[in-house]
């Protein structure tokens, strides 16, 4: 029974992953951005302002790929280049109002899901998010074991 409910559990983990990159997708393209804009704006809207530096070190791109993506988010309204007012050598890249488009769309959602948590007991709770920080922990590590050069 439990390695049936295991297994239950690990394919619904699975499906979730895909229905949150349609569901990403689908917003992408509602806004004009790529998929790849759309990590961008997430680290921007999460972390604050953050230099192009962070930015391309966040999501393994080269600094030319960077500039690129930060022109295309600037062009489209979403972010902007802002002076460091600590330093005034660097510029940080800033989410702007427009970027707010894009958390309306996840607002359903976000609803959604706290409605079908309401039924759930303290305990249930602590022991989902206790699930979904190591289910994130799990992906993250397999993620940097993918990126890691093959060893020939």
Same mark, same amino acid.
């Given at each position: 029974?439990?390695?049936?409910?295991?297994?239950?559990?690990?394919e619904?983990? &699975?499906?979730?992953?895909?229905?949150?990159?349609?569901?990403?997708?689908? $917003?992408?393209?509602? $806004?004009?951005?790529?998929?790849?804009?759309?990590?961008?704006?997430?680290?921007?809207?999460?972390?604050?302002? $953050?230099?192009?530096?962070?930015?391309? &070190?966040?999501?393994?791109?080269?600094?030319?790929?960077?500039?690129?993506?930060?022109? &295309?988010?600037?062009?489209?309204?979403?972010?902007?280049?802002?002076?460091?007012?600590?330093?005034?050598?660097?510029?940080?890249?800033?989410?702007?109002?427009k970027?707010?488009?894009?958390?309306?769309?996840?607002?359903?959602?976000?609803?959604?899901?706290?409605?079908?948590?309401?039924?759930?007991?303290?305990?249930?709770?602590?022991?989902?998010?206790?699930f $979904?920080?190591?289910?994130?922990?799990?992906?993250?590590?397999?993620?940097?074991?993918?990126?890691?050069?093959?060893?020939?």
């Amino acid at each position: 029974m439990k390695a049936k409910l295991v297994r239950d559990l690990l394919e619904e983990a &699975r499906a979730l992953s895909g229905e949150f990159d349609k569901l990403s997708s689908a $917003v992408a393209e509602r $806004v004009g951005l790529s998929q790849a804009d759309m990590l961008a704006m997430d680290v921007i809207s999460t972390a604050g302002p $953050v230099t192009a530096g962070q930015l391309a &070190r966040e999501l393994h791109l080269t600094t030319g790929a960077i500039t690129g993506l930060i022109d &295309r988010l600037e062009n489209a309204g979403f972010a902007r280049r802002a002076a460091d007012p600590t330093d005034r050598r660097r510029v940080l890249v800033a989410a702007t109002a427009k970027e707010r488009r894009v958390g309306e769309m996840y607002a359903p959602l976000a609803a959604n899901l706290r409605r079908a948590v309401e039924g759930y007991s303290d305990k249930d709770l602590q022991t989902l998010t206790e699930f $979904v920080a190591r289910l994130r922990s799990e992906v993250a590590g397999t993620t940097e074991w993918v990126r890691k050069p093959a060893r020939r």
